[in-house]
């Protein structure tokens, strides 16, 4: 079954307004699945003959780009924000605590923010699957690139030399949120991204690796555009879905 996804490239958003949006579209996708399922049609199929009482919800997937900003999950510690206040607002570092999973990052220039709003009814209902084909597509961009990328046992993350121990570098954050099975929040690929802002945070509450970037591995400047097509097209393969216009 081939489904239907939207692929919105909102360029460079603030970090506020690309959360309302998100948290807009989360809720409006919520209310329609409790709505369909009070008016007794499934939540996978269409009405009868084809004729919907109440449209599907739409799946999307927002691509982005944040001025510096730093985001404080709800299972985080605040501590890992290891920069004062007074450091922040000479750089221009926005702060906010907010409502997915996962510890303290950092999102700015040159790093490509990806958004999924899912309804996983229309896929599959296992969140732990979700995130492993997120890791995969990325791990599978990364390859395009020539750097080799995987997964560490009890970590989240995309790590280069996933195998070394303290030496092991993240090249991508994930968080996320779901609620009635959409999703929401996502994960953040550090492409050009400049590096020294991890320097304010504990990366994830992870204290004993560090942070890597595709420019770094490589040694070049990428095409962040380059990039979110390889990330669009891993995940339609993925999670065998098309892109709707």
């Known amino acids: 079954m081939i489904r239907g996804v939207r692929v919105r490239d909102l360029g460079r958003m603030n970090y506020k307004s690309c959360w309302d949006l998100q948290e807009e579209v989360f809720k409006d996708m919520v209310q329609l699945k409790i709505a369909r399922r009070n008016a007794g049609l499934s939540t996978t199929a269409e009405g009868p003959s084809g004729q919907p009482a109440l449209a599907m919800p739409e799946s999307q997937v927002f691509w982005v780009e944040h001025p510096h900003v730093l985001t404080l999950g709800k299972s985080g510690a605040a501590a890992n924000v290891v920069a004062p206040q007074e450091r922040l607002e000479e750089l221009g570092v926005q702060y906010y605590p907010i409502n997915r999973g996962g510890d303290v990052t950092y999102h700015g220039p040159g790093q490509l923010v990806g958004y999924p709003i899912l309804d996983l009814d229309q896929f599959f209902t296992d969140i732990h699957k979700y995130l492993r084909f ?53 994960l953040a690929l550090n492409v050009n991204t400049d590096l020294d802002f991890f320097n304010l945070i504990v990366p994830c509450g992870i204290t004993d690796r560090g942070v890597t970037s595709l420019a770094r591995e490589t040694g070049l400047t990428l095409d962040l555009n380059e990039v979110k097509g390889h990330m669009t097209r891993h995940l339609a393969q993925l999670f065998d879905w098309s892109e709707v216009k």
């Open 134 to 186: 997120l890791e995969e597509a990325v791990i599978r961009t990364c390859a395009e690139y020539g750097v080799i990328a995987g997964r560490i046992d009890g970590l989240t993350g995309v790590w280069v030399d996933a195998e070394s121990g303290a030496e092991a570098r993240k090249i991508c954050a994930f968080g996320v949120k779901c609620s009635r099975w959409v999703t929401m929040h996502g």
